[in-house]
């Protein structure tokens, strides 16, 4: 029945044709009606960058809402087993809390999964080392990416055509009237304004006590104060905020903060945005993510290689390990005096990036 309904005007289209040429006479012309998506309104908290779409690409609700579903559907793998929400899981902010993911046949991957909040104030690179400029161009990678989900566009969208469901949602999305005509950029474009609606709520205790609604706890507030080398000369600088700035806590550039010990620029074991740039002064740098909902992304860094935010802090207290494209940052912060309460208070205040929304946003609900 809900066939039939879904098909209805294919059926009435059929009938119709069928009755017209019993008779011999020419088929009338049934158009379907278009249909116009309602526009999207994409809500930020407040201090952060307008969002913004392609031209070609306008965020609706109707294709948030087809994007969703294909960003739960595990169709899109080969052996059905796995969705992009496998990895990116929305309440670990989009990440799958292993070192580096595994796709549908357990080959692991060399790279950690990336947070997705706030993913559409990316403009210089997604991925780790920013090999991929937009939204729609990524979402075409995964499904036939071998250790992900092993899959072919052909065979997906197949799937999609003959679905109960969504050749209704791409009709309302782009108003595309027959099944057979959705392409995978079609398919990649609702994600990407799926992926687009992911945004931060505004409710995480930072942006509460800027909002004059919550304060800061003493040992927040020196956190504070190292991450943005605030007003206290007393407490030294973490130098943090210049590579991850607020409000995204992402500047969304490249640098290196001396994950790898490489003694000439030869030694680096991954160039990162060095393969990218072609540019010898990029080896060893990666995207400086965002700091948003750091508590619950763990492992960290690009390979996953510290388990916890302790971890992190260490790291960035000793400086790292020597490269020559390590960031003058780095250098100084081996210098500066960071004491384990400093860390525990750059942890606290990383803390109050936690966005609940994470839990409770209907838009991160799985709609199967
Ligand atoms: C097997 C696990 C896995 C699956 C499945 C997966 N991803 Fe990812 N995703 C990753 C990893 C790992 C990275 C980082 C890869 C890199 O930098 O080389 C990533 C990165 C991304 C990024 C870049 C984020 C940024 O900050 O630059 C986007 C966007 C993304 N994935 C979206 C998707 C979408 C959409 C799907 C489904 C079509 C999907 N992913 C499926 C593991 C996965
Ligand atoms: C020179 C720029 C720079 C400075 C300074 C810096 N970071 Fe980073 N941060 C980065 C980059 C680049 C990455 C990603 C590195 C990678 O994985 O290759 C990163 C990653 C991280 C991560 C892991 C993110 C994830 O998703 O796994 C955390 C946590 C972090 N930084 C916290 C801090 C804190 C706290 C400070 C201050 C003590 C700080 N950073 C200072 C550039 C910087």
């Given at each position: 029945m809900r066939e039939a309904l879904k098909f209805g005007p294919f059926v009435v289209l059929l009938l119709i044709v069928t009755l017209v040429s019993c008779k011999d006479e020419p088929a009338p012309v049934v158009t379907i009606p278009d249909y116009i998506a309602t526009p999207y309104d994409i809500v930020v908290p407040m201090g952060f960058p307008r969002p913004s779409s392609p031209d070609d690409n306008l965020t609706t609700v109707e294709g948030v809402e087809l994007?969703?579903?294909?960003?739960?559907?595990?169709?899109?793998?080969?052996?059905n087993s796995m969705a992009c929400a496998s990895c990116h899981l929305p309440r670990f902010a989009f990440t799958d809390q292993l070192a580096v993911s595994t796709g549908i046949d357990g080959v692991a991957g060399t790279k950690s999964a990336m947070s997705l909040m706030d993913i559409g104030f990316t403009f210089s690179g997604l991925f780790w080392d920013g090999r991929v400029m937009t939204l729609e161009e990524q979402a075409l990678m995964p499904v036939e990416d071998p250790i992900e989900m092993h899959n072919t566009w052909v065979d997906v969208l197949e799937m999609v055509a003959e679905?109960?469901?969504?050749?209704?949602?791409?009709?309302?999305?782009?108003?595309?009237k027959d099944p057979t005509q959705i392409t995978k950029?079609?398919?990649?474009?609702?994600?990407?304004?799926?992926?687009r609606a992911i945004v931060s709520s505004g409710e995480a205790k930072y942006d509460k006590v800027l909002q004059g609604k919550d304060?800061?706890?003493?040992?927040e507030?020196?956190?504070f104060d190292l991450f943005f080398d605030d007003a206290d000369p007393l407490i030294p600088d973490g130098e943090c905020g210049h590579c991850h700035n607020a409000p995204t806590f992402t500047s969304d550039e490249f640098f290196n903060n001396g994950l790898q010990l490489a003694?000439?620029?030869?030694?680096?074991e991954d160039i990162g945005h060095g393969a990218v740039s072609g540019n010898n002064v990029d080896y060893g740098k990666f995207r400086?993510?965002?700091?948003?909902?750091?508590e619950f992304t763990a492992p960290y860094m690009h390979d996953g290689r510290f388990a916890t935010l302790e971890e992190v802090m260490d790291h960035y207290a000793s400086g790292g390990h020597f490269s020559p494209t390590r960031d003058p940052l780095m250098s100084q912060l081996a210098t500066a005096v960071i004491s384990e309460?400093?860390?525990?208070?750059?942890?606290?205040?990383?803390?109050?990036?936690s966005d609940p929304d994470l839990e409770e946003n209907p838009l991160f609900l799985d709609p199967f």
């Open positions: 994007g969703r579903h294909l960003f739960f559907d595990k169709r899109l793998s080969a052996d679905d109960d469901t969504y050749p209704e949602l791409f009709r309302k999305a782009f108003n595309i950029e079609d398919a990649a474009k609702a994600m990407a304004q799926y992926e304060i800061f706890t003493d040992q507030l020196v956190g003694l000439t620029l030869d030694d680096f400086a993510t965002t700091l948003r909902n750091i309460e400093h860390k525990q208070a750059l942890i606290a205040f990383l803390k109050t990036l």
